[in-house]
C-alpha cells in the first residue's frame, strides 16, 4: 500500500513558477514509476509528465521545455517544477504511483493561473 500526499500548488500569474510536490510513504517508493496527471474542470484526466523507477521521463507535447519532473528516492518525493505557466495549466494536479497492476493516487492540488 502507498500513500500520496500532493503540496505546493497555489495561485500565480501567467508566467510565474511553482513547484508541486508528492510524498509517498508505506511502501518501496524506489520501485514505483511516478506520473503527474491534471484534470482541467470539464475535461478529461491527462498526463502531464512521468518518471519511471530508473530516472527515464516523459512529458505531455503541452508542457515540454516548461515542467520538469524529478524524483528524490530518499526523501520518498516526486517533484514537479512547472514554469512559464499558462492559464491553460490550470487544473487539479494528481500524482500517481504505478508499478503494474498497481496503481495508487493521491488526493490532488490546486493550481490556478490567473493575472
Known amino acids: 500500500q502507498v500513500q500520496l500526499v500532493e503540496s505546493g500548488g497555489g495561485l500565480v500569474q501567467p508566467g510565474g513558477s511553482l513547484r508541486l510536490s508528492c510524498a509517498a510513504s508505506?511502501?518501496?517508493?524506489?520501485?514505483?514509476?511516478m506520473d503527474w496527471y491534471r484534470q482541467a474542470p470539464g475535461k478529461q484526466r491527462e498526463l502531464v509528465a512521468g518518471i519511471t523507477s530508473g530516472g527515464s521521463t516523459n512529458y505531455a507535447d503541452s508542457v515540454k521545455g516548461r515542467f520538469t519532473i524529478s524524483r528524490d528516492n530518499a526523501k520518498n518525493t516526486v517533484y514537479l517544477q512547472m514554469n512559464s505557466l499558462k492559464p491553460e495549466d490550470t487544473a487539479v494536479y494528481y500524482c500517481?504511483?504505478?508499478?503494474?497492476?498497481?496503481?495508487?493516487w493521491g488526493q490532488g492540488t490546486q493550481v490556478t493561473v490567473s493575472s
Open positions: 508505506g511502501s518501496i517508493f524506489s520501485i514505483y514509476a
Open positions: 500517481n504511483a504505478n508499478r503494474l497492476p498497481i496503481n495508487y
